[in-house]
């Protein structure tokens, strides 16, 4: 039962440039959610997507993030036009249900780090 | 809002020693629940323990167990008979009921056990 797949674990851009991450949930969970951790610091929440529907982006920046979650494959945070303050882990996590907080049912992958030249 | 406090930058602790890493949360929600995760220097982030805020009895899970103290919002995690594969960063979060899954994390405690 394979858990929380991130690719790719590690991504190297030039400032400008466009970084995708991608994040396939366990299976068997619909709820997606997004978490950034920079240097030495703990994880920010970003976004919560369910199927084709965002949910939450209260954590997102304003500009050059996005994500999704289509109805076929894998969950895409998506960063336009790179700037070093963008290097950080993002985690991906998944629950089956809404109430996974309630009952401890939420499980990350293993990060993507970006980093920014 | 809800803020989480990790007053431990750094703790050591001997091998087979139990270990306790402090959290305190802050809410005015009455009905939250609370997370431990493990974050090895390998980056990944391994959930250890939850606990939900009407939870009578303190979770445990193997040799984590966590000190859930309502009235004082702390919701420590200790770590008995410590193995050298305990050494991580240890991440206290937590979530408000209904706000699917949003956790606010602390900053860690980074655990060295030593032989």
């Known amino acids: 039962n394979a858990g929380v797949m991130q690719n790719p674990r590690h991504l190297v851009r030039r400032r400008g440039q466009e970084a995708r991450l991608r994040c396939s949930p366990m299976?068997?969970?619909?709820?997606v959610y997004w978490y950034r951790q920079l240097p030495e610091e703990g994880l920010k929440f970003m976004v919560y997507?369910?199927?084709?529907?965002?949910?939450?982006e209260s954590g997102m920046p304003k500009e050059r993030f996005s994500a999704e979650f289509p109805k076929e494959g894998p969950s895409i945070l998506r960063i336009q036009q790179v700037v070093r303050g963008d290097s950080a882990a993002y985690f991906c996590?998944?629950?089956?249900?809404?109430?996974?907080?309630?009952?401890?049912?939420?499980?990350f992958g293993e990060g993507s780090r970006l980093t920014v030249l | 809002a809800q803020k989480i406090t990790q007053t431990q930058p750094g703790m050591f602790v001997q091998e087979k020693e139990a270990v306790t890493l402090d959290c305190t949360y802050d809410?005015?929600?009455?009905?939250?629940?609370l997370f431990w995760y493990k974050q090895p220097s390998s980056g990944e982030m391994i959930f250890l323990i939850y606990?939900?805020?009407?939870?009578?009895q303190n979770a445990t899970e193997g040799r984590y167990s966590l000190n859930f103290q309502k009235a004082r919002k702390s919701a420590n995690l200790v770590i008995s008979a410590s193995q050298l594969g305990d050494s991580a960063m240890y991440f206290c979060?937590?979530?408000?009921?209904?706000?699917?899954?949003?956790?606010?994390f602390g900053t860690g405690t980074r655990l060295q056990v030593t032989l």
């Open positions: 996590a998944s629950s089956p249900r809404l109430a996974g907080a309630d009952t401890g049912e939420l499980f």
């Open positions: 299976k068997g969970h619909s709820h």
């Open positions: 997507l369910q199927k084709e529907n965002i949910i939450d």
């Open positions: 809410t005015s929600d009455q009905s939250y629940g």
């Open positions: 606990q939900g805020s009407y939870d009578e």
């Open positions: 979060a937590m979530s408000l009921t209904g706000t699917a899954s949003k956790l606010t």
